[in-house]
């Protein structure tokens, strides 16, 4: 049997420029009660860019909170009322350089569902073409472009580890 918590307080512990941390008191059955704590993220969009050579267009990436360089699909986080179609189409230029003919709502999922309410909208783009990339001032970013056989076998291989990254080129192979 599956039982929903229900929130009997929730207390605000941070306040940040990309999450806040609140910590909720829930009660479980039997009048127990457990304390969770919730990362609360404004959410973000990841972009599936795929050019006319059918290669998937990738930014690699050193993310401080695994101390590692990443190869990922391009992404960024939603401002405060952004659309996340917009957020895509922007996300995309900045980070890449690329502009998209096409771009459709592919999946919306969860990121780490056990700590944080981040929601991702994750789409297709297609129809590219090349432009000047304007990164964030603090974001080093390289650019590359893989074939997407190449791509799962990364995964396999264990060279791609960014979730987000994982679900598009997975959804990738039966889309194009």
């Known amino acids: 049997m599956i039982l929903e918590e229900k929130t009997m307080s929730s ?7 990309i999450i806040n941390l609140r910590v909720d008191t829930v009660e479980l059955p039997e009048h127990k009660y457990q304390k969770r704590e919730i990362v ?12 006319e050579n059918k290669e998937i267009i990738f930014v690699k990436q050193f993310r401080k909170a695994v101390e590692e360089i990443l190869i990922e699909i391009p992404a960024g986080k939603l401002e405060k009322g952004e659309d996340p179609k917009e957020c895509a189409i922007r996300e995309l230029k900045e980070e890449t350089g690329y502009e998209a003919e096409n771009i459709e709502f592919l999946s919306l999922f969860y990121t780490s569902a056990g700590f944080s309410n981040e929601k991702m909208y994750l789409y297709l783009a297609t129809g590219l073409k090349k432009g000047e990339c304007c990164p964030d001032e603090d974001e080093y970013i390289e650019i590359c472009e893989v074939k997407i056989s190449k791509a799962l076998d990364m995964i396999k291989k264990g ?17 194009i």
């Not at 207390?11 to 420029?17: F, L, R, S, T, V």
């Not at 609360?40 to 050019?51: D, Q, R, S, W």
């Open 11 to 17: 207390e605000k512990i941070y306040n940040g420029k």
């Open 40 to 51: 609360e993220h404004p959410g973000a969009v990841a972009i599936l860019a795929v050019n």
């Open 159 to 175: 060279e791609i580890k960014d979730a987000k990254t994982m679900v598009g080129i997975l959804l990738s192979k039966d889309l």
